[in-house]
C-alpha cells in the first residue's frame, strides 16, 4: 500500500530531493503544485523551528483534510546557530532578519546583507566561525503531532566562495573546518552531508506509518 503524505512547500523540486532517498519505500511525498492545491504562505509566528513546523503543517493539513489519499503532512523548519556567541545574538529562526534583510528586500541585497553579516563573525572569529543548522521535521494527521531533529555541521568563513542569491549562507560556508564549500560538494559528499536530516524524515514516517497500522488494527478488532 503506498502512503501519501503532503509536504509543506510549493517548491516540487525541494520535494524531488527527498523522494529520491525514499524510493524503496512506501512513501510518496507530493507538493502543493503536484495536488494542483492553492498557494499559502502560513506566517511562522512561533517562538521557536518546533513551533513554526507545527505552524506550517496544520496550514497545510487544511488544504488536504478532505483528501483521503492523503495520510498527513510533513513540514520543516530551519534554525540557523552559532557557537560561543551570546544567546541574544544566536540567529536561531531568525537567520534573514537578523542580518537586516526585511520583506522587500531584493535578492541581490539580501546576499549582500547575509554574506556581509555572517563573514564579520567568522573573521571576528579568526576567519572560522563552527555552526549547525537544525532541521526539524513535524507531521500532523489532523490528530497525532510527531517530531523529528537533525544537526547539519557548518563552518561560516569570512571569503565568498560562489555566489548563491537564493540561499547566501551557501556561499560562505563550509561542511568541515578547512574542508570543501557547500556548492563545491559532488553527488556522494552532498547525500552524505544531508543523510542526518533524511534519516530524521525517515525515522518520522516510519513513527507515524506505525500508529496508521495501530489505529488500523484497533478498527478492525472493534467489527
Request: glycine content about 4%.
Amino acid at each position: 500500500m503506498v502512503n501519501k503524505f503532503l509536504f509543506a512547500t510549493h517548491n516540487p523540486s525541494k520535494v524531488k530531493r527527498f523522494q529520491t532517498h525514499l524510493k524503496n519505500s512506501n512513501v510518496v511525498l507530493l507538493s502543493t503544485k503536484e495536488l494542483e492545491l492553492a498557494k499559502i504562505d502560513p506566517a511562522e509566528t512561533g517562538s521557536n523551528e518546533e513551533e513554526n513546523a507545527l505552524i506550517k503543517a496544520k496550514a497545510y493539513y487544511d488544504l488536504v483534510k478532505n483528501n483521503y489519499e492523503i495520510k498527513g503532512v510533513v513540514s520543516l523548519d530551519t534554525g540557523f546557530y552559532i557557537y560561543n556567541i551570546p544567546k541574544s545574538k544566536q540567529p536561531g529562526k531568525h537567520v534573514q532578519r537578523i542580518a537586516g534583510v526585511k520583506e522587500n528586500t531584493t535578492d541581490q541585497e539580501k546576499f549582500e546583507l547575509m554574506t556581509n553579516y555572517y563573514r564579520k563573525i567568522a573573521r571576528n572569529m579568526g576567519g572560522f566561525a563552527e555552526s549547525y543548522f537544525l532541521d526539524v521535521f513535524c507531521l500532523f494527521d489532523g490528530q497525532n503531532i510527531k517530531y523529528a531533529k537533525a544537526k547539519r555541521p557548518a563552518f561560516l568563513t569570512d571569503k565568498i566562495f560562489r555566489e548563491d542569491v537564493h540561499f547566501p549562507i551557501a556561499s560562505i560556508y563550509t561542511v568541515t573546518k578547512n574542508g570543501k564549500y557547500y556548492h563545491d560538494l559532488n553527488t556522494q559528499e552532498m547525500a552524505d552531508y544531508i543523510s542526518p536530516y533524511l534519516q530524521a524524515l525517515v525515522q518520522l514516517l516510519i513513527t507515524i506509518y506505525f500508529l496508521f497500522l495501530i489505529k488500523m488494527l484497533i478498527i478492525i478488532t472493534k467489527l
